[in-house]
């Protein structure tokens, strides 16, 4: 499989946004299993426990200038998953990431591919292909820079309608 955004993100010089769009996705994460039976939480003060490469790599692009965005589109009521990911979001903020909400009913008169991606400096896509039950099947790039205008109009579109995470209540 090709390289994750992690490479491309390390090599950006002045953005990253990501759009993800599923309601579900691959549940072997331990820090999902471990917040589902209840015994898991993401706070602050407990940085020690969650902070890995992921986190690492944001915070290195966020030092070098590199402004990184996520947003969500989801289904409401959120499913289990999305839950877990609200509740680990707060890992995304404190990292350096910028991630807002977006009710999947609020999109119906916007343009949004119906894959998960990535722009990094207004030029590299990477989209997720994945299975029907959430595993990644493939990571495909381009840099086509009509795809990447598209999908970084696309994620703008998402961006101003959603709800900064620190105001989005999860319904």
């Not at 993100?9 to 691959?26: N, Q």
């Not at 003060?45 to 890995?52: I, M, S």
């Not at 990431?97 to 998960?116: F, G, Q, S, Y």
């Amino acid at each position: 499989m090709k390289p994750p955004a992690r490479e491309p993100l390390a090599k950006a010089t002045a953005s990253a946004i990501h759009l993800e769009v599923r309601d579900h996705y691959a549940s072997s994460d331990p820090d999902y299993l471990e917040w589902r039976n209840g015994n898991r939480e993401f706070t602050r003060e407990n940085r020690d426990t969650w902070w890995e490469g992921w986190h690492e790599a944001v915070q290195s692009a966020v030092s070098r200038g590199v402004k990184v965005r996520r947003a969500r589109v989801v289904s409401e009521p959120l499913s289990e998953y999305v839950q877990w990911e609200y509740a680990y979001t707060l890992t995304n903020c404190l990292a350096g990431e910028e991630v807002r909400w977006l009710p999947r009913r609020e999109t119906k008169n916007l343009a949004v591919p119906a894959v998960d991606f990535w722009v990094f400096d207004s030029s590299l896509v990477l989209f997720h292909h994945f299975s029907g039950d959430g595993v990644l099947m493939e990571r495909e790039y381009t840099e086509d820079p009509e795809l990447a205008k598209w999908c970084t109009a696309s994620f703008e579109a998402v961006w101003e309608r959603a709800t900064p995470h620190e105001g989005y209540s999860p319904v």
